[in-house]
């Protein structure tokens, strides 16, 4: 590794994109690892190290790794952009030689098929790379900087093949010797085939990170060498196993069982997932290194006896985001479902938030804006969603057009491609981070990308209305397609009218006040009768009708009134897709219909959250059916539900132009059988928080308000006091 006396931007003047030419020749034959030796003559006061690798990348200094940060960098669109991390490895560093090597996995970066396992992207932007750059200071300002180039060492690692949906093979009887004379012998790099136009940016997303550890709850035979290990809940990450020497196991992972205790893989995608290990003359402690899994059953097959609790671990991954709410009440129940939600949030929470951890692993725009909220009173989520908005706006095509998911690395065929709720995220959740977090810059960043899409959809009309999309998804099918995403349209121009208004658009924003009114009147026209029904008359249709404005206001409370008449009769079991479920909530929870809320969320029938317990989910399904039906068990789409025990049954709410929580309200609704609930959330000003019980006819309120946030509080007597920062106490009659 040359060193550089001079003061040069690390990673865009002089480091080098470099491969292993033996990978190159051979991409199915091992995975590279690229390898220098360095030399500090005395202790640096600070040594950074910074790294970019295409796709996935694992580095180490003298054998020991960098970070606690796992499969960096994160999603990007890589024929544009690719993210550099930085890591302080000041105490790693060693008077006289280090070694540092970098491993590198294909990620969705060369997402290949190379044998039987389930490919769901097909990607190949170039070589398998990485450039870096270590910079070593020392006292009175002097740093001595070594770059990545063709003196670096190259070769090839023992993980053989990796595939962030399939799986990955792992043989510790191939050599690696990462010591410093070792690495001198290594063939030499060559400079790597990258994307003509990549530009480096750094990594701004919080790193994933091992957020907690899971110990089997059992470890079961089910065949000849064969066993299923048992993590008691659904999660995505890795499972870590100390192997024996001198074996070779396959290891598959699952959601779900069969009823004859073997696994069943067919949610993990619509192909083989699997990982193999080979183990050689010492013991092996083994995790997947460049991908993960979504699991909660592991089968392991080729150990002659089954693997002891301790020698299985689950380490659960997820971005290393703040957690910012917490949530629990007297109905267990309602716990279950916030636990259920919680999961598969975390689950999710990548560098983007994606759909599941496992068959696709993708970030789909819809659910960001629909369930935002639940996102948001789980974690700080601003640097996240920031993020993928500016994925977003990369997607973007010169036609304002935009993608399902982003990175948008291999286009969906339509009607998948395009739907307003998916697109409308680049309006919606930028509206909603500048309402959580006071932060005006991204409506500034993203308005012409706002406006361009709006644009686009309006041009895409047939005879006024939006004639394609998937409509209220329920995870099979789409259901009302012009009527909900015409609504949905009409909604997105009101909230960019808006950030317009907010960003001092005046003109704009009464353009597109106007332009709502008449999508809305448009839709009316088409589905609107005089016997309070839109559409088909479906509980979909007519919430999302609600909630976007279509029926006239004169009818909403006779309307909102035969809808909830309509759950009555149906004994609370409401089937609908997720634009419908959020949407449910939002016009319930505004009109306090909370009884019928509680009832919609208890009810253990099929579609609802209740039959998905009932039938042994630990985190939220794709669809209602859950555990009874072979797609996704983890999946945060329609969570809705979790965003209603904060803002309603605990009460925490900000008013409707209140920015970052400062002015809050809370406004608790007892309902059910509850007698205690209790959320706090940790804004960025401090702790708001809501814990209210209920002692035979007396209702008991504490609130805790952040530092300059002003609060009113309602008890349900319908009394209401305004109070400042701090703790405070109330008591009130029930009615």
């Given at each position: 590794?040359?060193?550089?006396?001079?003061?040069?931007?690390?990673?865009?003047?002089?480091?080098?994109?470099?491969?292993?030419?033996q990978?190159?020749?051979?991409?199915t034959?091992g995975?590279p690892v690229?390898?220098?030796?360095?030399?500090?003559?005395?202790?640096?006061?600070?040594?950074?190290?910074?790294?970019c690798?295409?796709?996935?990348?694992?580095?180490?200094m003298?054998?020991?790794?960098?970070?606690?940060?796992?499969?960096?960098?994160?999603?990007?669109?890589?024929?544009?952009?690719a993210?550099?991390?930085?890591?302080?490895?000041?105490?790693?560093?060693?008077v006289?030689?280090?070694?540092?090597?970098?491993?590198?996995?294909?990620?969705m970066?060369r997402?290949?098929?190379?044998?039987?396992r389930?490919?769901?992207?097909l990607?190949?932007?170039g070589?398998?790379?990485?450039?870096?750059?270590?910079?070593?200071?020392?006292?009175?300002?002097?740093?001595?900087?070594?770059?990545?180039?063709?003196?670096?060492g190259?070769?090839?690692g023992?993980?053989?093949?990796s595939?962030?949906?399939?799986?990955?093979?792992?043989?510790?009887?191939?050599?690696?010797?990462?010591?410093a004379?070792?690495?001198?012998?290594w063939?030499r790099?060559?400079?790597?085939?990258?994307?003509?136009?990549?530009?480096?940016?750094?990594?701004t997303?919080?790193?994933?990170?091992?957020?907690?550890?899971?110990?089997?709850?059992?470890?079961?035979?089910?065949?000849?060498?064969?066993?299923?290990?048992?993590?008691?809940v659904?999660v995505a990450?890795w499972?870590?196993?100390?192997?024996?020497p001198?074996?070779e196991?396959?290891?598959?992972?699952?959601e779900?069982?069969k009823?004859?205790?073997?696994?069943?893989?067919?949610?993990?995608?619509w192909?083989?997932?699997y990982?193999?290990?080979?183990?050689?003359?010492?013991?092996?402690?083994w995790?997947?290194?460049?991908?993960?899994?979504?699991?909660?059953?592991?089968?392991?097959?080729?150990?002659?006896?089954?693997?002891?609790?301790?020698?299985?671990?689950?380490l659960?991954?997820?971005?290393?985001a703040?957690a910012?709410?917490?949530?629990?009440?007297?109905?267990?129940?309602?716990n279950?479902?916030?636990?259920?939600?919680?999961?598969?949030?975390?689950?999710n929470?990548?560098?983007?938030?994606?759909?599941?951890?496992?068959?696709?692993?993708?970030?789909?725009?819809?659910?960001?804006?629909?369930?935002?909220?639940?996102l948001?009173w789980?974690y700080d989520?601003?640097?996240?969603?920031?993020?993928?908005?500016?994925?977003?706006?990369?997607?973007?095509?010169?036609d304002?057009?935009?993608p399902?998911?982003?990175?948008?690395?291999d286009?969906?065929?339509?009607?998948?491609?395009?739907?307003?709720?998916?697109?409308?995220?680049?309006?919606?959740?930028?509206?909603?981070?500048?309402?959580?977090?006071?932060?005006?810059?991204?409506?500034r960043?993203?308005?012409?990308?706002?406006?361009?899409?709006?644009?686009h959809?309006l041009?895409?009309?047939v005879?006024?209305?939006?004639?394609?999309?998937?409509?209220?998804?329920?995870?099979?099918?789409?259901?009302a397609?012009?009527?909900?995403?015409?609504?949905?349209?009409?909604?997105?121009?009101?909230?960019?009218?808006?950030?317009?208004?907010?960003?001092g658009?005046?003109?704009?924003?009464?353009?597109?006040?106007?332009?709502?009114?008449d999508?809305?009147?448009?839709?009316?026209?088409?589905f609107?009768?005089?016997?309070?029904?839109?559409?088909a008359?479906t509980?979909?249709?007519t919430?999302?009708?609600?909630q976007?404005?279509?029926?006239?206001?004169?009818?909403?409370?006779?309307?909102?009134?035969?809808?909830?008449?309509?759950?009555?009769r149906?004994?609370?079991?409401v089937?609908?897709?997720?634009?419908?479920?959020?949407?449910?909530?939002?016009?319930?929870?505004?009109?306090d219909r909370h009884?019928?809320?509680?009832?919609?969320?208890?009810?253990?029938?099929?579609?609802?959250?209740?039959?998905?317990?009932?039938?042994?989910?630990?985190?939220?399904?794709?669809?209602?059916d859950?555990?009874?039906?072979?797609?996704?068990?983890?999946?945060?789409?329609?969570?809705?539900?979790?965003?209603?025990?904060?803002?309603?049954?605990?009460?925490?709410?900000?008013?409707?132009?209140?920015?970052?929580f400062?002015?809050?309200?809370?406004?608790?609704?007892?309902?059910?059988?509850?007698?205690?609930?209790?959320?706090?959330?940790?804004t960025?000003?401090?702790t708001?928080s809501?814990?209210?019980?209920?002692?035979?006819?007396?209702?008991?309120l504490?609130?805790?308000?952040?530092?300059?946030?002003?609060?009113?509080?309602?008890?349900p007597?319908?009394?209401?006091?305004?109070?400042?920062?701090?703790?405070?106490?109330?008591?009130?009659?029930l009615?």
């Open positions: 590794m040359t060193p550089v006396d001079q003061d040069l931007s690390p990673l865009t003047v002089g480091a080098s994109w470099i491969t292993s030419e990978w190159r020749a051979d991409p034959g995975l690229l390898g220098t030796t360095l030399r500090a003559d005395t202790p640096p006061a600070s040594a950074v190290l910074r790294v690798g295409l796709g996935v990348f694992v580095a180490s003298n054998g020991r790794l960098v970070s606690d940060d796992v499969l960096e960098p994160g999603y990007t669109d890589y024929a544009k952009r993210e550099y991390c930085t890591y302080d490895v000041t105490t790693l560093v060693e006289g030689d280090n070694v540092l090597h970098i491993e590198l996995g294909p990620g970066y997402s290949q098929r190379h044998d039987d389930w490919t769901k992207i990607t190949d932007y070589d398998l790379a990485a450039c870096a750059s270590l910079t070593l200071g020392y006292p009175g300002g002097q740093e001595v900087i070594f770059l990545s180039g063709t003196d670096w190259a070769t090839l023992q993980t053989r093949s595939n962030w949906t399939g799986g990955e093979d792992f043989d510790a009887r191939v050599q690696l010797d990462t010591s004379s070792g690495v001198r012998a063939p790099a060559v400079v790597a085939r990258t994307p003509t136009e990549l530009a480096l940016t750094p990594k997303t919080p790193a994933l990170r091992v957020r907690e550890v899971i110990e089997p709850k059992s470890i079961t035979p089910v065949a000849p060498r064969t066993h299923v290990v048992d993590l008691g659904n990450g499972v870590e196993l100390d192997l024996p001198q074996s196991v396959t290891l598959r992972p699952a779900l069982l009823g004859d205790g073997d696994i069943d893989p067919t949610t993990e995608g192909g083989p997932v990982h193999t290990v080979r183990t050689g003359d010492r013991p092996l402690t995790h997947p290194r460049f991908c993960y899994n979504g699991l909660r059953y592991l089968e392991v097959a080729g150990l002659e006896e089954p693997l002891r609790p301790e020698e299985v671990r689950g659960v991954i997820a971005a290393g703040r910012t709410g917490e949530f629990s009440c007297s109905d267990q129940m309602l279950q479902i916030h636990r259920l939600v919680h999961r598969a949030v975390t689950s929470m990548y560098s983007v938030f994606t759909d599941c951890p496992h068959r696709e692993k993708l970030a789909f725009l819809e659910e960001l804006h629909l369930v935002y909220p639940i948001q789980n989520v601003q640097a996240l969603l920031t993020n993928t908005m500016l994925l977003t706006r990369e997607a973007q095509g010169p304002g057009h935009l399902l998911y982003v990175p948008e690395w286009p969906f065929p339509d009607p998948w491609r395009g739907d307003v709720n998916w697109g409308g995220a680049i309006i919606h959740v930028p509206w909603q981070l500048h309402r959580s977090y006071d932060d005006i810059s991204v409506l960043d993203n308005y012409e990308a706002m406006t361009r899409y709006a644009e959809i041009l895409a009309r005879d006024g209305l939006v004639r394609y999309g998937l409509g209220d998804w329920d995870g099979r099918e789409a259901r397609v012009p009527l909900v995403t015409t609504s949905a349209l009409a909604r997105m121009l009101c909230v960019l009218s808006q950030v317009a208004e907010t960003l658009l005046d003109s704009d924003a009464a353009r597109w006040r106007k332009v709502a009114d999508v809305v009147e448009r839709v009316r026209d088409e609107w009768t005089d016997d309070l029904s839109v559409g008359d509980l979909g249709e919430v999302i009708a609600l976007c404005g279509v029926v006239p206001p004169e009818h909403v409370s006779l309307v909102v009134n035969r809808l909830e008449e309509r759950i009555a149906q004994r609370f079991v089937d609908v897709g997720e634009v419908g479920m959020a949407a449910l909530v939002e016009v319930l929870a505004a009109h009884e019928t809320l509680y009832r919609v969320a208890c009810q253990e029938e099929l579609p609802g959250y209740g039959y998905m317990i009932r039938h042994g989910a630990t985190s939220l399904t794709e669809t209602w859950g555990p009874t039906f072979g797609i996704s068990q983890n999946h945060f789409m329609n969570g809705a539900i979790d965003a209603w025990f904060y803002s309603h049954v605990a009460g925490l709410q900000q008013t409707p132009t209140s920015c970052g400062r002015d809050l309200v809370v406004r608790p609704r007892p309902c059910g059988d509850l007698r205690s609930a209790t959320a706090s959330y940790r960025k000003r401090g708001f809501s814990a209210w019980t209920i002692e035979e006819e007396t209702f008991r504490e609130v805790e308000v952040p530092p300059g946030s002003q609060c009113a509080v309602e008890t007597d319908g009394r209401r006091r305004c109070v400042g920062s701090g703790k405070h106490a109330f008591e009130s009659a009615r």
